[in-house]
């Protein structure tokens, strides 16, 4: 990084966690000052929660044969008047 980058961001003063959004030449940039100290969780090692389990030999074959369904039957709705005693 250049000296004189260098020397105008130091200008800035952010404080940690602060960032500032700067249009340069038609980019969008945001500079951001990170914490001080280290995570609580930098050291930590992340596990992976899915497991890939091993594929099975298959244990027996099932035949199976597509065909047209026929359509439901629609229920009777009895109209405003059939249903009024």
């Known amino acids: 990084m ?9 200008k800035l003063e952010l ?7 700067v249009q340069v030449n038609g980019h969008h ?24 389990f091993p594929q099975g030999e298959p244990t027996m074959h099932l035949p199976v044969h597509i065909e047209p ?7 009777d709705i009895p109209s405003e008047e059939e249903g009024a005693a």
Do not use: N
Request: a negative charge.
């Open 29 to 52: 940039l945001e500079i951001r000052r990170t914490a001080e100290k280290e995570s609580d969780f930098a050291g930590m090692v992340m596990l992976d929660a899915w497991t890939a």
């Open 2 to 10: 250049s000296d004189i980058l260098t020397q105008e961001l130091a």
């Open 69 to 75: 369904h026929p359509l439901p039957v629609a229920p």
């Open 15 to 21: 404080q940690p966690g602060q960032c500032q959004r």
